[in-house]
């Protein structure tokens, strides 16, 4: 399905190769709104992976990345969301300071994007729960990124990530791109907070404030 859209390419860092995942966003983002990196684990105790992004307007990659997270920041952090306003975007995997780590992708899955959202009153002792549940949002698309850090034998587990990609997000207002979830991929999804006595727009027909108790 995204044989064109999405690869993984041969890179070159300095004088070491690897991989790079290319994404061709001017074409995903006609048909997917949200496009995001999740951390899934880390299998290695050798290696720290500092993830790489570089955009450009044309089918050339900068020498200098747009952005760096480092693991343990991308970690706490467990989501990433792509700037869609760039029309190519590379993913790379640094170790160290001058080596690529490789990359496998797997095929795409199709799943149901979702929010655990929670709704709450806040109090002068703190916040009380006033409601709640599931918020399935429609079509999501999603791939494994297996890495390899080339310091032991080749299995391409070293870190796992997930590439993420939803029809429909949630609306601007929900601010909710840390909460998201896919039936599927395995990371944590925390609850969604959600203000009893504020105005939220509507997610593939559901509303955040239908969950209120009585």
């Known amino acids: ?9 041969p890179a070159t860092l300095g004088e070491s190769k690897g991989d790079a995942v290319y994404l061709d966003m001017r ?29 450009s307007k044309d089918d050339r990659r900068p020498d200098v990345p747009g952005e760096e997270i480092k693991e343990n920041s991308f970690q706490q952090a467990g989501r990433f969301r792509i700037d869609s306003s760039h029309d190519r975007v590379w993913m790379g995997l640094r170790l160290g300071e001058d080596a690529y780590a490789g990359i496998r992708l797997s095929e795409f899955r199709k799943e149901t994007a979702y929010l655990n959202c929670k709704v709450v009153r806040n109090r002068a002792s703190g916040a009380e729960s006033v409601g709640g549940g599931i918020i399935r949002g429609g079509d999501a698309r999603f791939a494994k990124i297996g890495v390899e850090d080339r310091l032991g034998s080749a299995d391409f587990q070293d870190l796992i990530l997930f590439l993420v990609l939803i029809k429909e997000g949630p ?23 959600f203000a009893h006595d504020r105005k939220y727009s509507s997610w593939n027909g559901q509303n955040p404030l239908d969950g209120i108790k009585g």
């Open 1 to 9: 399905m995204f044989k064109e859209t999405i690869k993984v390419m």
């Open 27 to 55: 074409a995903l983002r006609s048909e997917f709104s949200y496009c995001g990196v999740w951390y899934a684990r880390d299998k290695s105790e050798e290696s720290v992976l500092t993830t790489l992004f570089y955009y």
């Open 171 to 193: 609306p601007a207002d929900w601010m909710a791109d840390s909460c998201l979830g896919v039936v599927g991929v395995p990371v944590q999804v925390p609850p969604c907070r």
